[in-house]
């Protein structure tokens, strides 16, 4: 398969999008890592993109392989009060001109899905200026890894130590952390017990509307030390 025919194989974002805290509690926790020339890597059909860019901004460039998720994602977002300052494209990081540079980059569930992720970091690492953002946002902990991870596409669930270490020289860790740490719980029951492979939709609403309102409330308790994600946000010194 070549790039130009790249075609996603989850069938979860339709069911994720509907995870209104979910993606609410993570804007408010990367929120100060985005401004001015942003990027976001594999936007999927555009959930993410209208709830973050929301945040002010200069310009958004949402970077998207998969055709069909594209034209979702377009149609979402022509809809969108403001979005004249977002732009979309079909292709990979790899595709933009070398000589583009951005202030904060975004990888939101995305880079557990790019086999090669020490050289996509390589290569993000490039598009970044001075002073920049890399912020990603990732499933968390190897041994919460399912057959549901791998149906849709993941190669590998994080930690703090694993994510840090396919870091490029370059890039110091401003914040890492865990959220979601009922949600974490939640998961763990789900694969000693229950073994589902796909979530439904009553347990969707059920964990984003139960579940991560007591995260909020308990991962800062806890000092963000467990969770059901990790998020990374790296600075590039320079």
């Excluded at 190897?142 to 703090?160: C, E, K, M, S, V």
């Amino acid at each position: 398969m070549t790039d130009n025919q790249y075609k996603y194989i989850g069938g979860e974002l339709e069911l994720f999008a509907r995870a209104h805290n979910w993606k609410t509690y993570i804007r408010q926790t990367i929120a100060p890592f985005i401004f001015g020339d942003v990027l976001e890597v594999g936007a999927g059909i555009g959930e993410t993109t209208r709830l973050l860019s929301q945040v002010a901004h200069k310009s958004w460039l949402c970077v998207e392989p998969d055709e069909y998720l594209l034209e979702g994602l377009a149609r979402m977002l022509s809809s969108l009060s403001g979005h004249k300052t977002i732009e979309w494209q079909h292709g990979f990081l790899s595709d933009l001109p070398k000589t583009r540079r951005f202030d904060t980059i975004l990888y939101i569930d995305v880079l557990e899905h790019i086999k090669n992720d020490f050289q996509e970091l390589e290569t993000a690492y490039h598009f970044i200026r001075p002073n920049g953002f890399l912020v990603v946002v990732s499933p968390a902990h190897q041994w919460l890894f399912t057959p549901f991870d791998a149906d849709i596409g993941h190669f590998r669930r994080y930690d703090r130590t694993s994510l840090v270490e396919i870091l490029p020289e370059g890039l110091r860790i401003y914040k890492l952390l865990y959220l979601d740490s009922v949600g974490m719980l939640a998961s763990l029951a789900n694969k000693l017990i229950l073994n589902q492979k796909m979530p439904n939709y009553k347990q969707i609403l059920t964990w984003d509307r139960i579940l991560v309102p007591l995260s909020k409330c308990f991962d800062p308790i806890i000092g963000y030390r467990l969770g059901k994600s990790v998020v990374g946000v790296f600075q590039k010194i320079e």
